[in-house]
């Protein structure tokens, strides 16, 4: 009898472990309205099932259009953990493996440096060791572009590295596109059409998927982005939505897929189940290069957060192929994090445990995909409670509060001096390596800009101070740069260089990286 009595609590443990927290959908609901995030949908999946595919508040700020578990949404980043599956369905067909040399399956392929030319690996491609620096050579497709993926490619060999090969971590997005290339070499197959045949219908995830290509174009989709004190947040411009998915075409293979709840949980299951698919015996990937996933290989630096936030400091902070692997208070945490243009996204297992969840959200706010996870977290390894979203929801703000203030010192202090020359003699169309052109002209007694290879990136350049410009692009949802002329002894402009506006600036709009000369004309 005394062995039956001490069984019942830890029955009872075991079955409220065993379920997402109490209360959860309206906790969710209210941290949503908090925020002002529109709409959001979570998957969470434990020991084998279901246990939540639900989609909360709206696609489109004031509209009713409800989001459900079959809503899609952009994922960004925590897409390049299906282009490496695409490599696992190859290397388990014998077409390649880890350690190949890229340039032997992807003849032309090149980078700055002739040595790391010859000796990166596909596993190099994957694990942000290349030397490049962080998000090196983004500009090439973000907000959008009209350069094929071929072509970026081509450009890569252009991008001055930041550090020599493998010598340390710096998160890139280029690599992961030629990586697609590299799939559509061995393959004959571009890599939404592989990716959709070899995993996507496979694994039944139906609503992120068409014949053919990943379905960018739906009705039943979160809607995209306008920026409303700070954050992006939902709203339905169909050009703006169409600018995005421009952008997801182009750089797919780093982070193009749009995903409902209902189809990121069957992806959890088949993570948490080492490749195999729900409810069958097949598979779409062996165990061995599952293993291969999930295996360390760089080490990178831990986020640096206030003293409130360390006990959720791991021991150890390690990329492997196209997931973070981490411990969290003593358990493995395998996870990834996802944002493009007004969406977060964030997939979060604990194999351990048999768990595993997927946040996605259609603004920028990061506290409350950061929260979620650390409250979800504590919950399935038994933790107490600490209101997580509420920290990182402040922490959040505070960030965002701070950069505005730092920004606004700046914007106040111009130096009233200049421009150096009348206006014409800025006008000229100019050269980068790995950008290309962008051309400066004049139009009602101001000049323009117009970012070539970047459809719609174009606006006036708003004197500041000296010989620098300030970009008023005409789309407001592009980050603004500060443009600087520098003159030779003759006083005719010798360079161009830039670098962000806003200290909040994400890594993908690297101007900083960029170094434009007067371009040559052809007679």
């Not at 709206?58 to 953990?81: E, R, Y």
């Not at 946040?359 to 919950?379: F, K, P, Q, R, T």
């Not at 390596?433 to 290879?453: H, M, R």
């Amino acid at each position: 009898m005394k062995h039956f009595l001490l069984a019942i609590p830890l029955s009872i443990c075991a079955v409220s472990i065993a379920a997402p927290p109490p209360h959860f959908d309206a906790r969710a609901e209210t941290l949503r309205k908090q925020v002002g995030a529109p709409g959001m949908a979570i998957a969470i999946v434990e020991n084998g099932k279901v246990t939540r595919a639900k989609g909360y508040g709206v696609k489109k700020l004031g509209a009713a259009d409800a989001i459900d578990a079959d809503t899609i949404f952009p994922t960004g980043s925590t897409g390049k953990a299906f282009t490496v599956a695409d490599l696992a369905i190859l290397v388990d067909q014998g077409k390649i493996g880890w350690d190949d040399k890229v340039i032997d399956h992807l003849p032309g392929f090149e980078m700055y440096d002739p040595w790391a030319t010859r000796e990166i690996t596909i596993r190099d491609l994957l694990v942000h060791r290349s030397g490049l620096g962080l998000g090196a050579g983004d500009l090439l497709f973000v907000p959008r572009s009209n350069l094929s993926r071929a072509e970026v490619v081509k450009r890569l060999r252009y991008i001055k590295p930041a550090m020599s090969f493998r010598y340390g971590f710096a998160y890139d997005n280029l690599l992961y596109i030629v990586a697609g290339q590299l799939i559509e070499a061995v393959t004959g197959k571009s890599w939404e059409a592989f990716t959709a045949e070899q995993i996507l219908k496979p694994a039944g995830m139906l609503h992120s998927t068409s014949d053919d290509e990943i379905r960018f174009q739906t009705p039943n989709r979160a809607q995209p982005h306008a920026r409303v004190n700070g954050p992006l947040r939902g709203l339905g411009d169909q050009q703006v939505l169409d600018e995005r998915d421009d952008l997801a075409r182009n750089s797919a293979p780093a982070g193009g897929l749009a995903i409902s709840a209902n189809d990121m949980a069957r992806w959890l299951l088949i993570q948490l189940a080492h490749g195999k698919l729900p409810d069958s015996n097949a598979r779409l990937f062996s165990e061995a290069t599952h293993e291969q996933m999930w295996t360390p290989i760089v080490f990178q630096e831990d986020d640096p957060l206030p003293s409130e936030f360390d006990p959720i400091k791991p021991k150890f902070n390690t990329y492997a192929l196209g997931w973070e692997v981490r411990d969290y208070r003593g358990a493995k945490l395998v996870w990834h994090g996802g944002a493009v243009l007004g969406f977060k996204a964030a997939v979060v297992l604990l194999p351990e445990k048999n768990v595993g969840f997927s946040i996605e959200i259609n603004s920028e706010d990061s506290g409350l995909v950061a929260g979620l996870i650390y409250e979800l977290l504590d919950h399935y390894l038994e933790l107490p409670k600490s209101n997580w979203p509420e920290k990182f929801i402040a922490y959040a703000r505070k960030q965002l509060d701070e950069g505005l203030k730092k920004y606004q010192r700046v914007a106040e202090k111009p130096v009233k001096i200049g421009p150096s020359l009348p206006l014409e003699r800025y006008k000229g169309t100019y050269a980068d390596p790995w950008y290309g052109k962008i051309e400066v002209g004049q139009a009602n007694e101001k000049l323009t800009i117009d970012f070539k290879s970047t459809p719609r990136m174009g606006g006036t350049l708003e004197h500041w101070q000296y010989d620098t410009f300030i970009t008023r692009f005409t789309d407001d949802t592009i980050e603004p740069a500060y443009v600087t002329f520098n003159l030779d002894a003759e006083g005719k402009i010798d360079r161009i260089t830039m670098k962000p506006v806003s200290p909040l600036a994400d890594f993908s709009f690297d101007y900083q990286d960029l170094f434009f000369r007067p371009a040559e004309v052809k007679k």
